[in-house]
């Protein structure tokens, strides 16, 4: 059985950081590629950066550009997601999510490209 658990979420100033982790089992994180989403209130989830299996790429939407870093930890089978520069519209609940294919040639950033998800883990950003 596959499972992903977020941590690290939490209530930080404009300007602050944060480092979101997401341990997976029952899927090894270096044959998928991994992405991390958010949803905000009333708004649909959306795609914020993605992993590939090698950890070779990495991929962001322009938003979170220069601010989000996506790592990995092999060992650990863990995910991470270090935020920068917080903006009070990064405010939302961040999921972790893992790809349906293994060794998937791209970064895919639909929300149906990915079968299996953490319970999400809040990240509240005062201005």
């Known amino acids: 059985q596959v499972q992903l658990v977020e941590s690290g979420g939490g209530l930080v100033q404009a300007g602050g950081s944060l480092r979101l982790s997401c341990a997976a089992s029952?899927?090894?994180?270096?044959?998928?590629?991994m992405g991390w989403f958010r949803q905000a209130p009333g708004k649909d989830r959306e795609f914020v950066g993605g992993?590939?299996?090698?950890?070779?790429?990495?991929y962001y939407v322009d938003s979170v550009k220069g601010r989000f870093t996506i790592s990995k930890d092999n060992a650990k089978n863990t995910v991470y997601l270090q935020m920068n520069s917080l903006k009070p519209e990064d405010t939302a609940v961040y999921y972790c999510?893992?790809?349906?294919?293994?060794?998937?040639?791209?970064?895919?950033?639909?929300?149906?490209?990915?079968?299996?998800w953490g319970q999400g883990t809040q990240v509240t950003v005062s201005s």
């Open positions: 999510a893992v790809d349906k294919a293994r060794y998937y040639y791209s970064l895919r950033t639909a929300v149906a490209d990915y079968d299996y």
């Open positions: 029952g899927r090894t994180v270096s044959n998928y590629n």
């Open positions: 992993i590939s299996w090698s950890g070779g790429r990495t």
